[in-house]
């Protein structure tokens, strides 16, 4: 699994910060289920998956200037 805080390169920053992932979940099938029961098998699910977060995306807040940026790539964790 991924270590904290991941250190990701910043555009703003213009070099490597910092950086704190935040997950996104995408539209599925999950989000018509808001019940504690779907939140659960939603997590469950991403757990299972041995980290690899299908059906959501992945961000990256600097924690200098605190700008987000995407980061689907996927690779750098595994
Ligand atoms: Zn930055």
Do not use: W
């Not at 703003?12 to 989000?31: A, F, G, I, R």
């Amino acid at each position: 699994m991924s270590g904290f805080p991941a250190s990701h390169y910043c555009n703003k920053c213009h070099s490597d910060t910092p950086h704190s992932e935040v997950l996104v979940t995408k539209p599925s099938s999950y989000d018509t289920d808001t019940s504690i029961l779907g939140r659960v098998k939603l997590f469950a699910h991403t757990f299972i998956n041995g980290g690899h977060y299908y059906n959501m995306d992945r961000y990256v807040t600097c924690k200098i200037c605190g700008n987000r940026q995407l980061d689907n790539k996927g690779d750098e964790f595994e």
